[in-house]
């Protein structure tokens, strides 16, 4: 069965950085869109990030733009965002999710897997 599960998130002060990683399995990784949502406590889930299949196209939330950077490995199946210039504003459970088709990279409901999410701290 398909598997994402993310690592890195950590408590931080504002300013710092984090690295997050979303190891991949039992899909064919490189033919996936991947993104990044994020959940902070009695809000929706919103878009992060996004990046293509190949690595070539990426979206960015206007408010992480500058920020946060999305990047991937297909030859380790994993997707990485490093978080930079964190703000407490970005305290939130941070997930990771694939997409087979790239219909909506920037909409929850355009993925078909998630996982479990990681917690992003940001104290200041």
């Known amino acids: 069965q398909v598997q994402l599960v993310e690592s890195g998130g950590g408590v931080v002060q504002a300013g710092g950085s984090l690295r997050l990683s979303c190891a991949a399995s039992g899909l064919t990784f490189s033919k996936y869109y991947m993104g990044w949502f994020r959940q902070a406590p009695g809000k929706e889930r919103q878009f992060v990030t996004a990046i293509s299949r190949t690595g070539d196209s990426t979206y960015y939330a206007d408010s992480v733009k500058g920020r946060f950077t999305i990047s991937r490995d297909n030859a380790k199946n994993t997707a990485y965002l490093q978080l930079n210039s964190l703000k407490p504003e970005d305290t939130a459970v941070y997930y990771c999710?694939?997409?087979?088709?790239?219909?909506?990279?920037?909409?929850?409901?355009?993925?078909?897997?998630w996982g479990q999410g990681t917690q992003v701290t940001v104290s200041s």
């Open positions: 999710a694939a997409a087979r088709w790239s219909n909506a990279p920037t909409a929850v409901g355009g993925y078909d897997f």
